[in-house]
């Protein structure tokens, strides 16, 4: 029986460099969709284009979910960098909206450190797990983790990186394998930010092929 799944990401690439793998095995045999907060307006640009920044991650996220298998992506219409706790209830009430509107059994976000320290990624991981608390349509939320081994490559680029995750922490691994190709390409459609696509591929090329949840569940 097919169930429906929402992905809640900050922004356009948080599928691909994150979960993709999972979200294309989910895809497979399952309803999947993506609610974006942003478009990642205040991101680096690898391209040298003068269409906005915000259209081209628009697309890029759209190319990769159709790789993904994704049904449909929401934009909730916020500005990159801008979601704090002013924004807090404006962007839970858009989520619930969805949400309410597709009834997932289940839902997907970055865990509550924000994998990277990343304000936007904790925000939204915090408001959709206030949101995963108010319905009780969604019966698990996963929340998508990085190894301690994995955190051993990421720079400090913000002020604070949180530390990955032992292997006795982690609820839930995802091989994903046989997707593999999947999760390479979606990364790769993300050519603006294609910099940190070809760093992570390297740093993650001798690590198991694998994903990682913390999971609760109602």
């Not at 690898?46 to 920044?53: I, M, T, V």
């Not at 051993?152 to 002020?159: A, G, H, L, R, S």
């Not at 993300?190 to 990682?212: T, V």
Request: aromatic letters at 10%.
């Amino acid at each position: 029986m097919r169930k429906t799944i929402a992905c809640v990401f900050a922004h356009p690439d948080d599928e691909a460099f994150g979960p993709s793998g999972t979200i294309a095995q989910l895809a497979k045999d399952n309803d999947v969709y993506i609610l974006c907060a942003t478009k990642g307006e205040a991101g680096e640009n690898s391209l040298q284009a003068s269409e906005k920044l915000a259209h081209i991650r628009e697309k890029e996220l759209l190319e990769s979910a159709k790789i993904l298998g994704v049904k449909k992506v929401y934009f909730l219409g916020f500005k990159d960098g801008t979601l704090s706790n002013n924004l807090y209830h404006k962007l839970a009430s858009k989520i619930q909206g969805i949400l309410e509107k597709l009834k997932p059994e289940m839902i997907i976000t970055v865990e509550m450190r924000g994998v990277s320290g990343h304000i936007d990624h904790i925000t939204v991981s915090m408001v959709t797990s206030f949101v995963f608390e108010k319905l009780p349509f969604i019966k698990t939320i996963m929340y998508s983790c990085i190894s301690d081994k994995r955190r051993e490559f990421f720079k400090d680029y913000f002020i604070f990186v949180p530390p990955g995750y032992k292997k006795s922490e982690i609820d839930k691994v995802v091989d994903i394998t046989d997707v593999w190709d999947l999760k390479v390409k979606a990364m790769r459609t993300h050519k603006s930010q294609s910099a940190d696509a070809e760093r992570i591929l390297r740093e993650i090329k001798d690590l198991p092929k694998e994903e990682y949840f913390l999971v609760t569940e109602k």
